[in-house]
């Protein structure tokens, strides 16, 4: 299998988050399979709220963005908020130009309170990833907050599913253009 450049993304800006729980074990993880494996956190800040394309933009803001735009696969984490993936999210999207991201892969990661609303999220960020012209692997992982404690994984299936999520986008990623 060839290396690719991936990058993952835990899209929720909470300092405490669940969702950077479960993408540091997918970073942890696909860094151990590939060592082109960059981090995007934005539980960590530094992520500028886009005003337009004539500004100036913090130097961590202007790196998420070309991160972005140089990796092959994104894996990419988004809490549950109101039934919608993270504004933060949206607005890490808002400095990507679409024109160099067709063909990458995606895989996605949902995470929620409850058992609600995954299908519903998973299909806003398959479009938002359609509009980049990202192909985005069908099968997403839901998990919901009560499988994280102490800021671990609890629940062995879902460390699988996970894995299984990294392994299958990654190939996914490598077939032929």
Request: aromatic share 10%; net charge positive; glycine share 6%.
């Amino acid at each position: 299998m060839k290396f690719v450049k991936i990058l993952v993304i835990s899209g929720s800006p909470r300092k405490t988050a669940n969702t950077q729980v479960m993408m540091k074990f997918v970073y942890e993880y696909a860094k151990s399979k590939n060592p082109d494996t960059k981090f995007v956190n934005l539980s960590e800040g530094g992520i500028d709220y886009y005003r337009g394309p004539n500004e100036n933009y913090s130097q961590t803001t202007m790196q998420a963005a070309k991160d972005i735009m140089e990796a092959d696969v994104w894996l990419v984490g988004s809490p549950i908020y109101n039934s919608f993936f993270s504004s933060a999210l949206k607005n890490l999207f808002e400095f990507i130009n679409y024109k160099s991201t067709a063909g990458k892969t995606a895989g996605l990661a949902i995470l929620a309170s409850g058992n609600i609303g995954f299908t519903n999220v998973q299909t806003l960020l398959t479009q938002l990833m359609s509009y980049f012209r990202v192909v985005t692997n069908p099968k997403a992982v839901y998990m919901t907050a009560d499988m994280i404690q102490d800021g671990q994984i609890t629940d062995e299936e879902q460390k699988t599913r996970l894995k299984e999520l990294v392994d299958e986008t990654i190939l996914l990623a490598s077939r032929p253009k």
